[in-house]
């Protein structure tokens, strides 16, 4: 029997020392970890259905430590590194994502935990991009700009010692965990002394500010952590109380009875003192990209699901003449919850209609009193119909392209590139990252057939 740590555990460790080191990094971080603490006390308070859902799917338990962070890498090479480490922790590349088209030169996936148990242990997820140094249109830019890139080493030699041991033994003790965690800390840390001259950063942040944010600086610092809330409207208007400026909008959907996919908000970046490398030593500038941001979680879509939201959205922005901005902010959300109110908002017409994945979980005490009188060959429908028994949504674990690129876009400020007209490279993602991504809803649907196998499975001890 080995004395390995499980990766879920390490998962936890690690993202506690993240979620610390961004607190002493970005106090506003922790005001906004109060807000939405506050928040969600008094939702579970208030709402007894709400909580009664998390419980049932097990992620009450997992709410207060619930975190997405952020990062941008420079370098093929870098991404395939990074998969090794995330592997530790056991979090894979999840999905595929080109914000290219939305006027942010990168490419994504989420890494991430896979499976429903593993999630409620630690639901700490990373959204990862790449930065596209194809799409700098001016080629001598784009040389010093690779050039930069490759004099940094973004991971501690200590760090890939204990990848490699990983990857040998197939797993990590608790000592060694803790080293390879504080070790891994150190690649997402700020560094507040850049590697490049002034001039440089200048020339990177004209072209776009994500591109000056990932080439001059020494690693890739974690640009936001993000908790998850239960009521992101109040999020929101609790922000603009404290005196913290959130954005425009929320992202996503609008507001429902049945929360679906993603729905985002954030406050500004923070303007940050930095030294440049200088020719008679450093020279003081700024740097603006960290940022806080709240999420709230709904259902997860099916493909249906995901093209019925996607035309709905559609529909919202093209009423308003293009993406939501601070101008026609109010305008933006009237016309969202318009365009949306033909969307199914309650969970059964959801699952009905084939438009969202959920758990099945036997209600025994009505199945005790009912399943002689349904027979062994009652459908799926019937026993849901007498309430034998009951769903309860998957939770979606992922991030919407939109959603990420507004954002991006929102935090980086005016100015730079409107848009890239390029192809989505999936194909060249992975060649850098070194294995394919995940199928996002490959996910969900094996997490609902598996809840089914055993739901059914419990039914039938109650007949035996």
């Not at 097990?58 to 093929?76: Q, S, T, V």
């Not at 919850?337 to 009505?366: C, K, M, V």
């Not at 979606?396 to 929102?410: K, N």
């Amino acid at each position: 029997m080995s004395n390995f740590i499980a990766a879920a555990d390490i998962r936890c460790l690690f993202s506690s020392a993240m979620s610390k080191m961004y607190q002493q990094e970005v106090p506003l971080y922790s005001e906004l970890i109060q807000l939405v603490n506050d928040v969600n006390a008094h939702v579970l308070a208030t709402d007894q259905e709400v909580k009664d859902q998390l419980t049932a799917t097990g992620e009450l338990a997992r709410l207060d430590i619930e975190r997405h962070g952020a990062i941008r890498l420079g370098l093929p090479e870098e991404l395939a590194t990074m998969r090794r480490l995330f592997s530790v922790m056991g979090m894979y590349p999840v999905g595929y994502y080109d914000l290219a088209p939305a006027g942010v030169p990168v490419h994504s996936t989420a890494f991430r935990a896979i499976d429903a148990d593993s999630l409620n242990v630690s639901p700490f997820r990373v959204f990862t991009s790449l930065l596209r140094l194809e799409l700098i249109d001016n080629p001598a830019l784009r040389e010093k700009a690779e050039a930069a890139l490759h004099q940094r080493n973004i991971f501690t030699p200590r760090v890939i010692e204990l990848i490699e041991q990983f990857e040998k033994e197939g797993g990590l003790t608790q000592k060694d965990a803790e080293e390879f965690v504080s070790e891994a800390l150190e690649t997402f840390r700020w560094h507040d002394h850049s590697p490049v001259s002034k001039e440089l950063y200048e020339d990177l942040h004209r072209q776009h500010r994500l591109i000056a944010d990932v080439v001059a600086f020494q690693g890739p610092h974690i640009n936001h952590l993000t908790p998850r809330t239960l009521d992101i409207d109040e999020v929101q208007i609790g922000m603009s109380k404290r005196g913290i400026t959130p954005k425009a909008v929320v992202e996503g959907p609008p507001r429902r009875k049945c929360p679906i996919f993603l729905r985002q908000t954030s406050f500004k970046a923070l303007e940050e003192a930095v030294k440049f490398k200088g020719a008679n030593g450093e020279e003081a500038g700024t740097h603006t990209a960290r940022f806080g941001e709240i999420e709230q979680r709904g259902v997860a879509l099916t493909q249906k699901g995901r093209e019925l939201y996607d035309r709905m959205l559609n529909i919202a922005r093209e009423k308003t003449g293009g993406a939501p901005t601070e101008a026609n902010a109010e305008q933006y959300m009237q016309n969202l919850a318009e365009s949306f109110i033909d969307f199914p908002d309650d969970y059964r017409s959801l699952y009905d209609q084939g438009l969202a994945y959920f758990y099945y979980q036997p209600n025994l005490e009505i199945a005790a009193q009912k399943l002689p009188q349904v027979g062994e060959d009652a459908s799926l429908d019937r026993l849901l119909d007498e309430g034998i028994v009951k769903l309860e949504p998957i939770v979606y674990e992922d991030f919407l392209p939109v959603s990420a690129a507004g954002i991006f876009q929102s935090n980086l400020g005016e100015g730079g590139q409107g848009h890239y007209d390029s192809q989505s490279n999936q194909a060249i993602f992975e060649a850098s990252l070194g294995t394919k991504v995940l199928e996002i809803n490959q996910i969900y649907q094996n997490i609902q057939n598996e809840s089914l196998e055993h739901c059914l499975a419990e039914l039938q001890k109650l007949r035996n």
